[in-house]
């Protein structure tokens, strides 16, 4: 019996030391930010999006899932996972941004992905492509404190210095291509992937796709 036990013994130790090591998965919170604080029931219609805060698809995808939201309330439970694509340069610096400001303040995260939907332009590849690393990560740190109040500059800043905040952008990442999702905006209602895409939904497409969910619930009852 030594024998197994000295073996397991190894085995967990060396699981441990990879697991320090390389990408811990699953993460030890599921990732995704909650947009709507209410609780959560079995008859809750739950929507994931995965967006991109550069990717003007997902910025206009924005809008209408918010006025969905904002119609069903508390029926309707929203999580955002960050899928920052590869050819959009700066999508992992901003995706780590939303993260630095999640974990100073919960509250500010939508306002700082609100702002990137806004003022996009000025993170696109052509007009970024003279600017240097430092540089990017550095007017990303100003976009940032600028929405969560400047005396977080530091904060921010040194957030980017900081393992953990690029390994939270990796888990980000690979929940999204681990539910095989390549593009963005991408929804999922109830678990099950909407038609699409990669494209916008606008108003009266979510209300097509959740009045029907409600009512039959409705019917249930
Ligand atoms: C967190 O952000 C919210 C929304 O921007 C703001 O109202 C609140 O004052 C912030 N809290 C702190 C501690 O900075
Ligand atoms: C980048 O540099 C090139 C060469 O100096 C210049 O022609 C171009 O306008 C610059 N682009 C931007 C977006 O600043």
Known sequence: MAMPSALSFLLLFSAVAVGVIAQPLPPPRHDGFVYTDHRVDPDTVVVEAFLDPVCPDSRDAWPPLKQALQ???????????????????????ASRALHIV??????????????????????????TKNMSRAAIVKSVVIFA?????????????????????????????????SKGVSATPSFFLNGFLLPNAGSPIDYNKWRSFIDPLIAAQGQRK
């Open 71 to 93: 119609y069903y309330g508390p029926r309707v439970w929203l999580v955002v996972h960050l899928l920052p694509l590869p050819y959009h340069d700066n999508a992992f610096v």
């Open 102 to 127: 999640n974990a100073l303040n919960t509250s500010a995260t939508f306002q700082l992905l609100e702002m990137f939907f806004k003022q996009q332009e000025t993170f696109y590849n052509d007009q």
């Open 145 to 177: 404190s600028q929405v969560v109040g400047n005396s977080h500059y530091s904060s921010i800043a040194s957030g980017f210095n900081d393992r953990q905040t690029d390994l939270k952008t990796r888990v980000s990442f690979k929940y999204s291509t």
